[in-house]
């Protein structure tokens, strides 16, 4: 069983900048194409962004284009997001999704493409 840990949550203030981290031990991460998404209460898991197993994709969902990069180090078998100018409507719950696949275009936006999901690690903006 793949393991996805997320960590780096937190309540930040408005404006703040925060990262979050995933981990995914046991020597598969390199194969990985690497997403994360989030979800608020009450609301659909949404897209956030996508980097593929080398790197060289990205893709980024609309909902926090220009304020999120997404990087990864395979040698850690870690994927990151820095998120910055944080806003309330951030507050959610972020997921870190692994696909075993090479998804491409839209088919990274959607959660069914990926196979394993962390536990999800909890960011609170607070205004």
């Known amino acids: 069983q793949v393991q996805l840990v997320e960590s780096g949550g937190g309540l930040v203030q408005a404006g703040d900048s925060l990262k979050v981290s995933c981990v995914v031990p046991?020597?598969?991460?390199?194969?990985?194409?690497m997403g994360w998404f989030r979800q608020a209460p009450g609301k659909e898991r949404e897209f956030v962004a996508e980097?593929?197993?080398?790197?060289?994709?990205?893709y980024y969902g609309d909902s926090m284009k220009g304020r999120v990069t997404i990087s990864r180090d395979n040698a850690k078998s870690t994927v990151t997001l820095q998120m910055s100018s944080l806003k309330p409507e951030d507050t959610a719950i972020y997921y870190c999704?692994?696909?075993?696949?090479?998804?491409?275009?839209?088919?990274?936006?959607?959660?069914?493409?990926?196979?394993?999901w962390g536990q999800g690690t909890q960011v609170t903006v607070s205004s």
């Open positions: 980097i593929s197993w080398n790197g060289q994709h990205i």
């Open positions: 046991g020597g598969m991460f390199s194969s990985f194409g």
């Open positions: 999704a692994a696909d075993t696949g090479y998804c491409s275009g839209s088919k990274c936006y959607d959660p069914s493409t990926y196979a394993y």
